[in-house]
């Protein structure tokens, strides 16, 4: 089977969900305490074994590129000042794969966006990850998709047991229990988009995180535009479900949707907690507006 070496980042959205902060920099390059979001993504994928990561960008996205890149200036700063521990840091963030950056000239849906990867991603399978989703978990969210993949030799999204009350913020598949292989695999039947919670088929949400084989990138050219003349990426799995099957997988671990404000928050003070430089201080300020 061929090993999962490429994940493409489609990061070329507005962050609308986050305005005005997103009106001049990139929802991905929001810090959860010191890193930004796009940085534990790369780190989840190479943790996951991933060699290459493509990032599909767009207008006003270029500080995404700065930050994979080197920057002379402040690591000869830094190594003037005898910082050593700040310019490993930084110059580690280049060295974490091979980086290539692709234009999405117009904002025509995330299945477009993955098309215009379409050349760097060749014949083979490869992940996605949307710059949302940072999933808390000893294994990284993506290797239990890839493992599930190396089972069935099938696409794989991410699924997140929801509140049934929030079915119409999100995608939901419903599953052919015909095809269930174990607890967490689903073998899909189809797909909802954010359906009313009367009308949803299950409590299943898809989430930001995918494995798919090559065939996906045929499947989104013969996929129709929506609104907008939007191509989307659950449109292609309907389309790719025709000729082969489609596997979600729930995962594992704590998910934060930085996407949102409030998840954003979330994600920072959780990760903000665990470490041992901020936890402490950080806990004592908490109870006191708590106590307050």
Known sequence: MTKIRKAVFPVAGFGTRLLPATKAQPKEMFPVVDKPVIQYLVEEAVASG????????????????????????????LSEKGKKELLKQVTDI?????????????QLGDGHAILCAKEVVGDEPFAVLFGDDIVDNEKPALKQLIEAYEKTGSSIIALEKIDPQDTDKYGIVEPDPSGETEKLLHLIKSFVEKPAPKDAPSNLGVIG??????????????????????????DGFTELSKTEKVYGYEIQGKRYDTGNKL?????????????????????KYLKSLVLD
């Open 50 to 77: 991933i060699e290459e990561i493509i990032i599909v960008t767009g207008r006003g996205k270029r500080s995404i590129e700065d930050h994979f890149d080197h920057s002379f200036e402040l690591e000869q700063t």
């Open 263 to 283: 998840g954003l928050l979330e994600a920072s003070i959780a990760y903000a907690l665990k470490r041992d430089d901020l936890g402490p201080q950080l806990k």
């Open 209 to 234: 995180k995918y494995v798919v084989t090559p065939a996906i990138i045929k499947a989104l050219e013969n996929a129709l535009p929506g609104k907008g003349g939007e191509i989307r990426l659950i």
């Open 94 to 106: 280049a060295k974490l794969a091979k980086f290539v950056y692709v234009r999405q000239p117009m």
